[in-house]
């Protein structure tokens, strides 16, 4: 099956800092998502981007198909953007559909 | 809040036990898709169905089965527990099945947290 890797699997910054980080994935995909999972559990969509730019205030992402790879820029962070976040992708099924997810990405904002 | 509504928030079994989980998908879904998460496994994908009819399976336990009912509600039945099954188990829906050219968003619950004992 497909295989999806995020990184870094840690980090923190100051709140105020800007990150970037990382999804690769080994084959072409349908769908990309990125999500933030909060500390009480709930996942929460963010970018729905298998390919191009996108912007959502401080948050924006990008997704190079053709090098199979996404990245999602968070500028300017807030403690509440501590959490995990993922990035799943879906392909290759031809009657249904199922997101892969990578490890995800755990990060912490400091005040 | 996605839309998506998960029945119970917590639940808290013993080992042998079985146990239904409820997911009523966003107004106008008709696709369902069921997730866990474990410590040990990540974020996996067990099952989809589309208006009823299941249409993806992924490395979903024999011991676990799903439906979609008439009305787009699905439930997760859990049965023979064992601990290794506690874990946050999450529902997802979309409009349509997903496959093809349909890709799309899915949609996440906020998850059932299953603990057992």
Known sequence: GIQVEQSPPDLILQEGANSTLRC???????NLQWFHQNPWGQLINLFYIPSGTKQNGRLSAT???????SL????????????????????????????????GTQLTVNP | DSGVTQTPKHLITATGQRVTLRCSPRSGDLSVYWYQ???????????QYYNGEERAKGNILERFSAQQFPDLHSELNL???????????????SPRP?????????YFGPGTRLLVL
């Open chain 2, 79 to 93: 049965s023979s527990l064992e601990l290794g099954d506690s874990a946050l188990y999450f529902c997802a829906s």
């Open chain 2, 37 to 47: 998460q474990s410590l040990d496994q990540g974020l996996q994908f067990l099952i």
């Open chain 1, 72 to 103: 999602l820029y968070i500028s300017s962070s807030q403690t509440t953007d501590s959490g995990v976040y993922f990035c799943a992708v879906e392909y290759g099924e031809t009657s249904g559909s199922r997101l892969t997810f990578g490890e």
């Open chain 2, 98 to 106: 997903g496959a093809g050219g349909w890709q799309e968003t899915q």
């Open chain 1, 24 to 30: 690769n994935f080994s084959d072409s995909v349908n």
């Open chain 1, 63 to 69: 997704t190079v198909a053709t090098e199979r790879y």
